[in-house]
């Protein structure tokens, strides 16, 4: 009953809600968001520089989230590089001071608190750079005397950015009272003056005034009261906003830091004074203000102008808007002659009219023209999402919660939908499709919690990965060894379906080839598959099975190929040498260099090697009848199979317990090639050793996995952010409603972008010979001019 009961409510969940109706609630999704979210940016307040020194909220100790847009965490050589030749003034009391020391402390960490009551300067003579603080504790004509020296013309010894606050000492020596409020008003104002002439030319910053312990106030602090400070803070936000309301040049007001100490003053040991984490997050948040406009960090969106057009995204946009054209006018003359040429039947003969030629090839094209026209709108999405100003970014905050939770949810999922496989064999293709589904699921629920920062699960993820080219080398290898077929039209085939979207992306998002560093991963895995098995001489099963001594000759092979693993893992300069040739060396560099290649490559240098020589053992012994693969029975005896199936187990608690207990990633890494493998197996085994379990598999998962791919490179633009260092923003205000939609939509792109692939590939990779030679020659052209342009553009830079 309750399995009729099961079978009935995925029946109706599948009737109501398909593939294609999600899609078009995805589209309608997407056109309002970015309605309502260009609408906000330019009649709500935009400027994302004011986001982040007016709002957020605090993620964790140090961690502060910047209302709609992400934070950079400087170091000392990039703090150097953006202030170089710069002098900035700290102006006010002792909160004052210790924001200049932590702020101080980013450009020179070796840098202690000291000298109180007093100026304290600093200098950086490596950058030419000055950092000084200046002690003046109320808003008086003593402050007044520097900003009015800086205010005149030609004054050599004018800052480049001031930030200045002050109130806790005139509610101190005034005892807080009404008078003092009033000349606090009166001497902010004749000062307001002197900020906003400076402000023309320069960066200036007013702090406003954090909030108190009260309980932990000396006694001689008591009347430094919460109620006090909001009275001058309103002062300060009313004569400051007055003048910038009537002035071209702003004073900008820190509010962050305020809002920030509201979560930890609890933690203040005397009640005045910030604890460090607070007082580090408030210099963090002026050094994105200063310098992401100047640096431009991709994962610092804050005050990040949006990058100009390159020449290529250029063409490309250009290419995308005929091919919408064409589209629309290929449209327009199929609906016309359908209209007016109808089925008809002669009169004469009695036989049907055959529309004529033209009509069928201007028809012909309308499939093309279609998936491409859908590929240009999913691109511009990409675009708005990832480079354009439309959508919010949120950096990333790891929890365990974060993590585990969903990754128990979608487990649970996948075991709801579960359906009998076709066929029992051990890693059948449903198989695979379900193993593909639930490891990209868990990438993907990795990256967008930040679980990296976390040793144990980063360890499980790089066995995930090793997993994905173990099938690589798995699949390409029986392929080859039982079809024999080394066909230019196969390989093609393979090319395009793995780097169709990745080309693509290139083009329109102005990324490297080598940042989407999985797919030339597995293109290069797949070659160098290809050229071991097509290498003289061709070994297949059917030569083989005639003659055992084959195997052999195939085992020398694998034995070859190890042994130039092996070589290039110790020669990291010849590795390095063979893939920095023009263009081999613009498809696998990073940001100049090779050397995330090397890593890469380096992590899971064996992975692929482990999946051919399981593939060849597993087809030898499956010829050979040392198994079963019946539905229901285990592949060996009880009690064979029970011993694997326990030292299956005990190889994958081992494994984890190591990675549990790796000290850093360095460690780890090192070890993760050689011990990768065992994992692996242990899942294999496990997952395939009881024959009930062979018997079944999660269509939820299987489902994921024929998408894993796109899902994987999709990712990084329109479900993460800032190339894969954010999240992607759609709903503010509203972090678990925000997940589902931006995933929703994200799903329904990739599955939408696996059909528009499928259907190109079979466009653009014909199965005639002449012809698929001329498109390779076209293909190879296009790629040429595009290095070319793209060599041109880095000259520029």
């Known amino acids: 009953m309750s399995v009729l009961a099961y079978s009935r409510g995925k029946r109706e969940i599948n009737q109501y809600f398909s593939i294609q109706n999600a ?268 310098c992401n406009k100047i640096l431009k960090p991709i994962d610092g969106s804050c005050c990040l102008p949006r990058p100009p057009l390159t020449l290529i995204q250029k063409l490309t946009a250009c290419f995308f808007l005929l091919s919408i054209s064409g589209y629309l006018v290929v449209n327009f003359i199929c609906r016309n002659n359908h209209r007016e040429n109808k089925p008809a039947t002669d009169i004469e003969s009695g036989e049907e009219k055959k529309p004529s030629i033209a009509i069928s090839s201007v028809a012909g094209l309308k499939i093309p023209f279609q998936s491409v026209c859908k590929l240009g709108l999913i691109m511009a999405y990409f675009y708005f999402c990832d480079r354009a100003d439309i959508f919010m970014k949120e950096q990333k905050f790891y929890t365990h919660s974060s993590f585990f939770i969903p990754l128990i949810f979608i487990l649970v999922l996948g075991f709801f939908y579960n359906e009998n496989s076709k066929e029992a064999k051990l890693l059948n293709r449903e198989q695979t499709d379900e193993w593909k589904g639930w490891m990209q699921l868990v990438i993907l629920i990795y990256h967008i919690s930040g679980a990296s920062a976390f040793l144990p699960v980063y360890m499980h993820v790089r066995v995930l990965v ?15 060894w039982l079809k024999g077929d080394f066909g230019l ?154 011993l694997l199936l326990f030292i299956s187990v005990v190889s994958f608690l081992t494994y984890s317990i190591w990675a549990s207990s790796c000290k850093n990633k360095t460690e780890c890494n090192t070890l993760h090639p050689y011990v990768s493998v065992v994992q692996i197996l242990a899942f294999i085994l496990i997952r395939n050793i009881p024959g009930y379990a062979r018997s079944v598999y999660s269509s939820f998962f299987a489902w994921f996995g024929k998408i894993s791919l796109e899902l994987f490179i999709c990712q990084y633009h329109i479900w993460l952010a800032a190339d894969t260092k954010g999240i992607l923003v759609l709903i503010p205000g509203n972090p678990m409603l925000n997940i589902i939609i931006s995933t929703f939509i994200f799903v329904c792109v990739a599955h939408e972008i696996s059909q528009i692939t499928n259907e190109l590939a079979q466009i653009a990779i014909p199965k005639d010979g002449s012809a698929l030679l001329k498109r390779l020659l076209g293909g190879a052209g296009f790629l040429l001019v595009v290095l070319l342009l793209s060599a041109q553009e880095d000259a520029k830079l």
């Open 23 to 290: 899609k078009l609630l995805a589209l309608v999704a997407v056109l309002l968001l970015i309605v309502f979210h260009s609408v906000s940016r330019n009649y709500g307040g935009g400027d994302t520089c004011e986001w982040l020194l007016s709002s957020g909220r605090l993620l964790g100790e140090n961690a502060w989230q910047p209302y709609g847009c992400m934070m950079h965490r400087y170091k000392s050589d990039e703090a150097k590089s953006c202030l170089a030749e710069k002098h900035i003034a700290f102006i006010g009391d002792s909160r004052i001071r210790q924001l200049f020391y932590s702020y101080v402390n980013i450009i020179n960490f070796e840098v202690k608190e000291g000298m109180k009551h007093e100026n304290i300067p600093f200098e950086d003579r490596s950058a030419s750079l000055k950092v000084d603080f200046l002690w003046y504790t109320e808003v008086n004509n003593f402050m007044k005397e520097p900003l009015t020296a800086w205010t005149l013309e030609g004054t050599s010894l004018k800052p480049d950015i001031i930030v200045l606050g002050a109130a806790t000492w005139s509610i101190k020596l005034h005892n807080g009272n009404t008078e003092a409020l009033n000349q606090y008003k009166t001497n902010l104002t004749s000062i307001a003056r002197l900020l906003e002439k400076l402000a023309e030319h320069i960066e200036v910053i007013w702090v406003l005034q954090d909030p108190v312990l009260e309980d932990h106030l000396s006694e001689d602090r008591k009347m430094i009261t919460n109620q006090q400070i909001d009275l001058y803070n309103e002062a300060a936000l009313s004569i400051l906003s007055s003048i910038n309301s009537v002035s071209k040049a702003k004073v900008q007001i820190l509010r962050a830091s305020r809002l920030a100490a509201e979560q930890t003053i609890s933690k203040s040991l005397d009640g005045l004074h910030l604890p460090r984490s607070t007082r580090d997050i408030s210099a963090m948040v002026l050094m994105n203000y200063f």
């Open 466 to 480: 090793a997993a994905y080219l173990f099938q690589t080398g798995y699949g390409h290898f029986s392929f080859f």
């Open 489 to 642: 039209y196969r390989v093609c085939q393979v090319l395009f379906r793995l780097n169709f979207l990745v080309v693509v992306l290139c083009l329109v998002m102005d990324r490297s080839y080598q940042f989407y560093y999985f797919v030339p991963l597995v293109t290069f895995w797949f070659a160098v598959i290809y050229g071991t098995m097509a290498m003289w001489p061709q070994i297949l099963q059917k030569k083989a099975s005639s003659n055992g001594l084959w195997n052999l000759g195939l085992l020398l092979k694998l034995f070859v190929l190890l042994s130039c693993i092996c070589l290039l893992r110790y020669s990291q300069g010849a590795f390095e040498n063979i893939f920095s040739f023009w263009p081999i060396s613009k498809l696998f560099e990073l940001q100049g260099s090779v050397h995330e290649w090397w890593f890469r490559w380096k992590l899971d240098r064996f992975a692929v090697f482990h999946g051919m020589l399981f593939a060849f053992l597993y087809l030898v012994l499956q010829k050979c009848q040392v198994f079963s693969d019946g539905k229901g029975e285990p592949p060996f005896s009880y009690r064979i199979s029970n």
